[in-house]
């Protein structure tokens, strides 16, 4: 599972972060070098795990229609797309706060939240897909022998249907859901989950995400991680300052990481 040699990351590299704000130093981490070039090349992960939403898959397109269709049934006008997306990543209490102005505490919120994901549910994958790049990169991981998983909060009986309808389930080596285990990221217990279940250590496998409790989470697991900066970032957050080990603004730009040419 080690690739020996040297290798320099083209110009067109993705960013790897100096700063590790977050959590304990990794002894495994993806080493930081000058120039964008890797102090240790022969960094490779025996596993990659994979954040869902906005991550392994774009799913915005559905959750903005889901939360549109509800914005409708209320006599609400609907939303643009370009303004929902930033905020799937925080799923049904993200969507609801930004069409609603509402928070758990309010006494609508659970009907609304129950309805909104009875709407998501009924055309989970009419429009969901795999982002840009994203089957290369698991058939290149799958053909270097490099096992592949999904740790997402998405509860089990929304992560099931979407997954088996794009037919990955069968080629993930674990799916890991929000209810799986009886913390959810940013707690480090379901990263934990995942690598147990595969038969491997915290440290052997990368995790990659496209939010900051994703970063934190791998870091409180021991886990070296990429933040995903293609993936759902609201306004305002920066991704550079996650403590993330490295950062992808593409999904191919993950292979470039782990020393492998797409």
Not at 113 to 131: E, G, T, V
Not at 139 to 156: A, F
Request: net charge negative.
């Amino acid at each position: 599972y080690y690739w020996h040699g040297r290798f320099a990351l083209p110009p067109t590299a993705p960013e790897l972060l100096p700063g590790r704000q977050r959590g304990r130093e990794l002894p495994h981490a993806l080493p930081t070098g000058r120039d964008g070039e890797p102090m240790s090349p022969d960094y490779r992960p025996m596993s990659v795990l994979f954040d869902l939403d906005g991550t392994l898959v774009d799913t915005a397109p559905d959750m903005a229609h889901a939360l549109n269709q509800l914005l409708a049934e209320h006599g609400k006008p609907g939303l643009p797309y370009e303004s929902i997306r930033p905020h799937v990543s925080n799923g049904a209490r993200g969507l609801l706060g930004l069409g609603f102005q509402i928070d758990t505490p309010h006494q609508d919120y659970e009907e609304l939240r129950q309805r909104f994901l009875d709407l998501y549910q009924s055309d989970i994958c009419a429009h969901s897909r795999l982002f840009e790049g994203m089957d290369e990169v698991l058939d290149v991981l799958e053909s270097r022998g490099i096992i592949w998983g999904i740790v997402t909060n998405k509860p089990g009986w929304l992560t099931m249907p979407l997954v088996k309808a794009l037919n990955i389930h069968q080629r993930a080596a674990c799916v890991v859901s929000g209810d799986t285990c009886e913390r959810a990221k940013p707690h480090p217990m379901s990263l934990l989950h995942a690598a147990q279940s595969i038969g491997l250590k915290a440290e052997s496998c990368l995790y990659v995400g496209d939010a900051a409790r994703d970063i934190d989470a791998a870091r409180a697991a021991g886990m070296p991680v990429i933040a995903a900066s293609y993936g759902y970032l609201e306004p305002g957050s920066n991704p550079s300052q996650w403590g993330a080990d490295a950062m992808a603004s593409h999904p191919l730009e993950i292979l470039q990481l782990i020393g492998i040419q797409p």
